[in-house]
């Protein structure tokens, strides 16, 4: 079955840190541009970050810039986001999605929750 | 608020035809391709439209897309309940380097 899944959500303290994955299977990884966009609770979608496909190239949006590093292992076909210095607006559904925003993300996981709260 | 303005509600009959509109600006709409994503109500996002108005495959004839200057616009056809979701346009925005998002509209099928 084609797929991404996310995994690493949780619960955090604000401060805390977590690292999400995000995992392809039977989805062609390595040539793509990947992305993480975010979706709190009962808000539209945010992008968060994207990695070129041989991770040479990083964009991040402006609220996580400085706290949030993606990263990629083609050899693993994984996706990564360290999120450090988390705060409470940083609660959201993170999902990782497959493209560009010219060709379009075609493959999206099914999210992974990111709770920070004390 | 995003920089990308979509109108938060749009309603329209089965059968009936509907547009949402995404408006954006010159570092935006106006010089990158648009996409445009489906999100059922507690599941992940979907592609609809990519490269302003081409449909992947698997995506019936009814769903439409359309640029014009700093503007695109997402167009049902044939109104399903099944339609009823929220629409979200994206692209890229050259002065912030950063992806954006419209703000997403909720399609009720009266």
């Known amino acids: 079955e084609e797929q991404l899944v996310e995994s690493g959500g949780g619960l955090v303290q604000p401060g805390g840190s977590l690292r999400l994955s995000c995992a392809a299977s039977g989805v062609t990884f390595s040539p793509y541009w990947v992305n993480w966009v975010r979706q709190a609770p009962g808000k539209g979608l945010v992008w968060v970050s994207r990695i070129s496909s041989d991770g040479s190239s990083r964009n991040y949006a402006d609220s996580v810039k400085g706290r949030f590093t993606i990263s990629r292992d083609n050899a693993k076909n994984t996706l990564y986001l360290q999120m450090n210095s988390l705060r409470a607006e940083d609660t959201a559904v993170y999902y990782c999605?497959?493209?560009?925003?010219?060709?379009?993300?075609?493959?999206w996981g099914q999210g992974t929750l990111v709770t920070v709260s004390s | 608020q995003s920089v990308l303005t979509q109108p938060p509600s749009v309603s329209a009959a089965p059968g009936e035809r509907v547009t949402i509109s995404c408006s954006g600006s010159?570092?935006?709409?106006?010089?990158?391709?648009v996409s445009w994503y489906q999100q059922l109500p507690g599941t992940a996002p979907k592609l609809l439209i990519y490269?302003?108005?081409k449909r992947p495959s698997g995506i019936p004839d009814r769903f439409s897309g359309s640029k014009s200057g700093t503007s695109a616009t997402l167009g049902i056809t044939g109104l399903q309940t099944g339609d009823e979701a929220d629409y979200y346009c994206?692209?890229?925005?050259?002065?912030?380097?950063?992806?954006?998002f419209g703000g997403g509209t909720k399609l009720t099928v009266l």
């Open positions: 999605a497959r493209g560009s925003f010219a060709g379009g993300f075609d493959y």
């Open positions: 490269e302003n108005n």
């Open positions: 994206a692209t890229w925005d050259s002065s912030l380097t950063a992806g954006i």
């Open positions: 010159t570092s935006n709409i106006g010089n990158n391709l």
